[in-house]
């Protein structure tokens, strides 16, 4: 028997009845011939206020209400201006909860509600993503940080032309200026504490996956990973945030996780002792072993297969430019040794997952289709970190025979799951399209490419044009093009 959703349309879960999820409208309804909705609740610290709690807040500024109440926000379709909050043997009462906003912030956040939360692996991600809005209403670092990812999506909609009232990339900078400074504020006048700091911590990550998912040159995207690992070494260093973390804000911690591992294949310059200082965060993850982390698209273990390829990659550079003579020799073959145990695991980890299947956490329901894509992405995760080992750590050439077993790896897992969805693990088929695609040879790289593109069409992030960008400077001259491919994150 099919578990039970926890996502289905509103009507399925009234009726307490299995929801085939199926948009824009379920088989029950489609039936039935009745509306069918989809609704994403919104919760503040995850509690469901009380009914005296609900009907208190109406003596409040309206501004603040949605700080203190549970919100229900409708799908795609509806404007969320004006909503309604039901309870039994209450009446309906209609609360205003963007009141205050302007209509342009108005408009932001219907996008981010309607479109940017669309831009998610699976609905429990979503779900989780949509409930930082309550706390945004009332932080102005979060919300303009919100407000900006929304505008950049919506900017990317509409090609950037300011005309006919349109989102501007001038206007996307303005309210990214506003994030960054009442950030600034926030932590010039205020310690991190346990209050604020899921705010911030919020903040800084939407801030990083701004400038990731822009497209822009460079890094600018690591200043605030380093934010955020300053952040949690200083709440760490005064109390047990990891646990606090860990109990309260799962969306925070499997993002800090997943950029961590997946930023180590870049020319990362993070210090030891910062590394050390986080250790915490990162075992806690890893402990659910092979089982999903549903955020990331491949099994938790993954993330330090990736981490130890990372780790490899900037020590052997080191010892290249430190080292020379017999000591090299012995370092060399010491790496050798390491380098064949990640290469076992990342091989076992295949082995398992093919035979046995992915494991699925207890908390979270897939349909048969989204089994199916769940386990084509950790595939396809998973060839990547054998491609990573076989060519930036053995230096196996491009077009060896164990190379491109790990491209075609990588390509037929990603064509057995096409079309491109939103909602899906699509989202996070970025970084091993691009991982393949740097040594991708004849047609492989054109099945690269229209992928990548497919994949924007659909998406519209610019990163992943960014992707495409590299990617033909690097088919093209890749002996000057590796410095810009050792430092993008095709996230």
């Known amino acids: 028997m099919p578990l039970r959703s926890h996502h289905g349309c509103a009507r399925c879960k009234h009726r307490r009845q299995k929801c085939d999820e199926k948009q824009p409208s379920c088989t029950r309804c489609k039936e039935a011939a009745v509306t069918c909705e989809y609704v994403i609740t919104l919760k503040w610290d995850g509690r469901v206020p009380r009914k005296q709690e609900q009907t208190s807040s109406r003596r409040r500024p309206r501004r603040r209400i949605a700080s203190a109440t549970s919100l229900t926000v409708s799908g795609i379709g509806h404007s969320p201006e004006t909503r309604l909050l039901k309870d039994e043997g209450l009446k309906l009462m209609e609360v205003d909860i963007f009141h205050g ?58 090609g950037g032309d300011s005309g006919g009232g349109r989102i501007s990339d001038t206007l996307v900078t303005d309210i990214l200026a506003c994030s960054i400074t009442y950030l600034r504020q926030e932590l010039d006048t205020k310690n991190p504490t346990s209050e604020n700091t899921p705010a911030l911590l919020h903040t800084v990550k939407t801030l990083c996956l701004f400038e990731i998912y822009s497209g822009k040159h460079g890094s600018s995207w690591r200043a605030h990973l380093k934010g955020a690992r300053a952040l949690l070494i200083t709440t760490t260093a005064c109390r047990n945030t990891t646990n606090e973390l ?114 699925i956490p207890a908390e979270i329901s897939l349909t048969p289709e989204e089994f199916q894509m769940f386990s084509a992405c950790n595939t396809e995760y998973q060839y990547s970190a054998l491609l990573q080992i076989r060519r930036r750590l053995y230096n196996m050439p491009s077009g060896s025979e164990q190379t491109q077993q790990c491209v075609r790896g990588v390509l037929d897992a990603v064509c057995n799951v096409l079309p491109v969805t939103v909602l899906s693990p699509w989202i996070l088929l970025t970084t091993p399209i691009f991982t393949a695609g740097c040594e991708a040879i004849n047609q492989d790289r054109e099945t690269v490419k229209q992928l990548l593109v497919e994949l924007y069409t659909v998406l519209r992030i610019r990163n992943i044009l960014r992707a495409l960008e590299v990617l033909e400077k690097h088919w093209e001259r890749p002996d000057d093009s590796y410095t810009d491919v050792a430092d993008f994150l095709p996230f």
């Open 101 to 158: 906003l302007d209509s342009r912030d108005k408009l932001l956040l219907n996008h981010f509600i309607t479109h940017v939360s669309q831009l998610m692996s699976h609905a429990s991600v979503r779900d989780q993503a949509c409930q930082i809005l309550p706390v945004a209403l009332g932080t102005p670092y979060l919300l303009y940080a919100t407000l900006a990812f929304s505008a950049l999506h919506l900017s990317t909609l509409q």
């Open 246 to 359: 860990h109990g309260g804000d799962w969306l925070i911690v499997r993002w800090y996780v997943s950029i961590e591992a997946l930023s180590a294949l870049t020319n990362d310059d993070t210090r030891n002792e910062e590394q050390q200082a986080i250790q915490l965060i990162i075992d806690s993850v890893a402990t659910q072993g092979s089982v999903l982390d549903v955020y990331a698209g491949y099994a938790a273990d993954l993330h330090l297969a990736f981490k130890d390829i990372g780790g490899l990659m900037q020590r052997f550079a080191s010892m290249r430019e430190n080292y020379c003579g017999d000591d090299i020799l012995a370092d060399l073959l010491r790496h050798c040794d390491e380098c064949i145990e990640i290469e076992q695991r990342v091989e076992n980890m295949i082995h398992r997952d093919r035979d046995g299947g992915l494991k």
